[in-house]
């Protein structure tokens, strides 16, 4: 890892113990190791950061990231999100620009992770940033649990949806962008958004970031070449380790 953008930009990997379909997740072993350290790992393996954090809620997780050479910061077991997570984490921290890598991304690219610093250590204007896969899988563009996303000419978001979007009314389905999740903020609007209530489209779609669009913001999106896959159930960390270690010999 080298440090870029003068040592401005660091990753924060929010990382909770109590996830209700996989509880200890980001302690569950892959090939001998915690996903933690999968995600901890292509993070410092990124070239813009300068420095690599998980913000956590538990010793246990603290430990183990400790144990493996790590950075832990301990923050309250009463975050709501992740968000709120990585904003009381850089609250102690003093660089200009925070990337918000979730703790459930063992498969997230370094690459993405340079991708979104890219927009905020470029452009003093853009507060906020994320990522997207283009993509033209139909069986994917019709699942719920695969978020698409819309922009603008400048790149910059117009709306993420569960839904198929954009809508191909005459062939059915086309080019479109997934949403990965991972974010990066502007210190200082990274307070702004943890400060922002609830809104009518993020509560409808279950998406945080529309929380931020529907205030007014504005967020960048910058399209990238590698797909990431989260980790929510013993069925995806099968899944995981099969992609990261190949299938298991019986």
Same mark, same amino acid.
């Given at each position: ?39 901890? *790992? ?6 813009? =950061? @300068?420095? $690599?954090? +998980?913000? &956590? /809620?538990?010793?246990?997780? !603290? ?72 993509? *033209? ?6 699942? =719920? @649990?695969? $978020?698409? +996303?819309? &922009? /603008?000419?400048?790149?910059? !978001? ?93």
């Amino acid at each position: 890892m080298r440090g870029g953008g003068g040592g401005r930009v660091a990753v924060v990997i929010p990382s909770r113990y109590g996830a209700t379909r996989l509880p200890g997740k980001p302690l569950a072993e892959i090939d001998g190791r915690p996903m933690i350290w999968y995600v901890w *790992d292509k993070a410092r393996r990124a070239k813009v =950061p @300068s420095r $690599v954090v +998980v913000a &956590t /809620d538990d010793e246990r997780i !603290a430990s183990a990231v400790r144990g493996f050479g790590g950075e832990a910061l301990m923050t309250s077991p009463d975050c709501a999100s992740g968000t709120d997570r990585v904003a009381e984490a850089a609250r102690g921290m003093d660089e200009e620009i925070l990337i918000n890598l979730q703790g459930d991304e063992p498969l997230m690219d370094p690459s993405v992770v340079d991708a979104v610093a890219g927009p905020l250590v470029a452009d003093p204007d853009v507060l906020m940033s994320t990522a997207a896969l283009p993509m *033209d899988d139909p069986a994917e563009y019709s699942r =719920p @649990s695969v $978020v698409k +996303v819309v &922009t /603008d000419a400048k790149g910059d !978001a117009l709306y993420f949806s569960r839904a198929p979007i954009p809508h191909y009314r005459d062939t059915g389905s086309g080019r479109y962008r997934k949403h990965l999740g991972i974010y990066g903020y502007r210190r200082d609007f990274l307070f702004r958004v943890a400060a922002l209530p609830p809104s009518p489209l993020e509560e409808a779609e279950r998406l945080e970031q529309l929380r931020v669009l529907q205030a007014g913001y504005r967020i960048r999106v910058v399209d990238v070449g590698h797909d990431s896959v989260g980790v929510d159930t013993p069925e995806d960390l099968k899944a995981v380790e099969e992609r990261l270690c190949g299938p298991k010999r019986r």
